[in-house]
């Protein structure tokens, strides 16, 4: 969905869940004893509640908040064989400051239910109608309206790589093969639907300073190809126009001084089938990065989703300096080529967020207004 006469609104996905229901998926998570009638009712009034929230925001591409899940990516040990005790998550500029992983971590109760669980069998979909009422859900909430006006978020089968050491599989390719041909039959059905399908892949950046277990630091230069090559073929027949690749640096709110550089990725990452590259814009570490877009030729029906909204401060961004961001992308590549974004999700992982939920919704409302600004002007002249 592009934007004809304006630049649409969208952001990364995930959004602050309902106390009651962030508890739910706590209780899940200890594997306590759930209601799941309950649950899945709490669930269908929660996507309710946060397309009408979205949609007074003014947001125009909207999603379902990830209510369902109990994390972006963690989600798929409730949904996928293979999936069996903890694994340990290591990020290399956080180890530099343990007083700041003991506060996102130890300290935060959300931090203390971020659960990464090892693959120690086949990977294989066991809950066949999870995506489905994920659908039916989103299509109820949004009440008549197309739901091309909207997305839902999946796992890669590289995040799920990084995210899920491999204890079962005879080698990565045998793994990430697994994972793709697993998750295929999620994103059909998304793009089925008439949804658009965002593919979730912070690993693309984060791999070259973080990993899962014991498997150290990867080779970003290989990594990164083969990463897209297995999200290639999991998205193989499905139109690029409903596809939108999610990349980032990690929703925490650590120094980031060991993050690679978008310029060292872009080029293995533009060769995603997705029609749409959607990547971080505002924060500190990589506002500057929009030089990156004047330097590679981005190719033809791709457009770009800039996050011009930091997730992990309670700063609340002037519309003025939203519209400037988005402005500047649209010089660039072009204004029918651009959307508004996030830099992340606001509710990543199930009760854990940088920013105060609250606040999540004034930021919204900013980025819509920015884009409002930027529109204004850049389709008067």
């Not at 869940?17 to 004893?33: G, H, S």
């Not at 593919?199 to 014991?214: E, F, V």
């Not at 029918?336 to 606001?346: I, P, Q, S």
Request: charged share 25%; with cysteine; aromatic share 8%.
């Amino acid at each position: 969905m592009r934007g004809a006469d304006r630049i649409l609104t969208t952001h990364a996905g995930s959004l602050p869940r309902p106390e009651d229901l962030t508890r739910m998926m706590w209780d899940l998570l200890d594997e306590k004893q759930v209601d799941e009638k309950k649950l899945q009712a709490r669930v269908k009034e929660a996507v309710d509640e946060v397309v009408g929230l979205q949609r007074k925001a003014g947001v125009d591409i909207v999603s379902d908040g990830e209510m369902s899940k109990v994390g972006f990516s963690n989600y798929v040990m409730q949904r996928y064989s293979g999936f069996k005790n903890r694994a340990q998550f290591i990020a290399t500029d956080l180890g530099e400051f343990p007083d700041i992983v003991n506060k996102l971590f130890v300290e935060n109760e959300g931090g203390r239910h971020l659960v990464m669980p090892n693959v120690e069998g086949p990977i294989e979909l066991a809950d066949h109608e999870a995506v489905n009422r994920d659908i039916q859900n989103l299509k109820s909430a949004l009440n008549g309206k197309s739901p091309d006006s909207a997305f839902i978020a999946a796992v890669t089968p590289g995040q799920m790589l990084f995210n899920f050491p491999n204890l079962y599989y005879p080698s990565v390719e045998a793994y990430i093969e697994a994972a793709a041909k697993a998750l295929s039959v999620e994103y059909r059905a998304i793009v089925d639907a008439g949804f658009n399908l965002q593919l979730d892949a912070p690993d693309l950046a984060m791999r070259a300073h973080c990993w899962t277990g014991d498997t150290g630091a990867a080779d970003i230069k290989n990594y990164v190809p083969m990463a897209i090559e297995a999200m290639n073929e999991a998205t193989r027949g499905l139109p690029p126009e409903k596809v939108r690749l999610h990349l980032c640096w990690g929703n925490y709110a650590g120094p980031h001084h060991h993050d690679v550089e978008l310029k060292e990725i872009i080029e293995p990452v533009l060769k995603t089938n997705a029609g749409y590259i959607y990547f971080e814009a505002a924060n500190p570490r990589h506002a500057h990065e929009w030089e990156v877009w004047e330097e590679v030729k981005i190719p033809d029906g791709k457009g770009l989703i800039p996050g011009v909204i930091d997730t992990l401060t309670n700063h609340v961004e002037h519309p003025r300096l939203v519209a400037q961001r988005l402005e500047k992308f649209a010089g660039i590549v072009g204004k029918e080529n651009v959307m508004a974004g996030t830099d992340c999700g606001f509710g990543t992982f199930v009760g854990w967020s940088g920013c105060d939920p609250k606040v999540a919704w004034l930021k919204l409302e900013a980025l819509s207004e920015g884009a409002r600004i930027a529109s204004d002007k850049l389709w008067k002249h």
